[in-house]
């Protein structure tokens, strides 16, 4: 584990042996904008996910779970959550999950 998101990039991205113009161009931003990712003095923009997966051949899921756990992770050092937050937040998804099937459900 990296220690964020933007580190998660850069070592992906030299493991590739990409130099920072050549994944920025894949994801349509430039070098510089890509550095202050990598060194977290900016956000990486989640619409930009399924670029980052194909430009990196990753798994989106696998991409996903470090995006959204980097993120989650920094709104809960902000805002000084405790643990039980994680286990309240995976109640609510399971919760809305179960939601959204039973409203696709067609009886007949």
């Not at 060194?39 to 997966?53: I, R, S, V, Y």
């Not at 989106?60 to 993120?71: A, H, P, R, T």
């Amino acid at each position: 584990m990296e220690t964020n998101f933007g580190e998660y990039i850069r070592k992906l991205r030299t493991e590739k042996g990409l130099t920072l113009t050549q994944l920025g161009a894949k994801l349509g931003i430039d070098s510089g904008a890509l550095s202050k990712i990598e060194t977290g003095k900016k956000e990486f923009d989640e619409k930009c996910l399924d670029n980052l997966a194909n430009a990196l051949d990753l798994d989106i899921e696998k991409l996903k779970v470090e995006y959204f756990g980097d993120q989650f992770a920094k709104k809960m050092y902000a805002y000084n959550c405790s643990i039980e937050t994680l286990i309240v937040a995976e109640e609510k998804v399971n919760y809305l999950k179960s939601t959204n099937v039973k409203q696709g459900e067609l009886k007949f």
